[in-house]
Nanobody, 122 residues
């Protein structure tokens, strides 16, 4: 079973940078859908960035130009470079590794990491 594990969260001041990383164990298939989501307590999990193997990449409007997703589908790894961080970026961040994307979200065999906390102070 695919099990993603995130690392790299922490506390940073506004304007600073963090890099989140995710390594997933190998499963019986090669993923074609990987991404990063965020979630505040009591809120729905929201997409931050998502990439498919065909190169199609989606960024949430609030992070476009500040965050950069990198992926290696063969190695089951992905990262999120977060620059120019703002206090409103504070959240728990989750990585997603999935078999297929469809219409901007994971469609099949979707596996989540346990989350890593990002705190941005003003």
């Amino acid at each position: 079973q695919v099990q993603p594990v995130e690392s790299g969260g922490g506390a940073v001041q506004a304007g600073g940078s963090l890099k989140l990383s995710c390594q997933a164990s190998r499963g019986p298939w090669t993923p074609s859908c990987m991404g990063w989501y965020r979630q505040a307590p009591g809120q729905e999990r929201m997409r931050v960035a998502l990439r498919e193997t065909n190169g199609k990449t989606i960024y949430e409007d609030s992070v476009r130009g500040r965050f950069t997703i990198s992926t290696d589908f063969d190695a089951n790894t992905l990262s999120l470079q977060m620059d120019a961080l703002k206090p409103e970026d504070t959240d728990m961040y989750y990585c997603l590794v999935g078999r297929y994307c469809y219409k901007g979200s994971c469609y099949r065999d979707c596996y989540w990491g346990q989350g890593t906390q990002v705190n941005v102070s003003s």
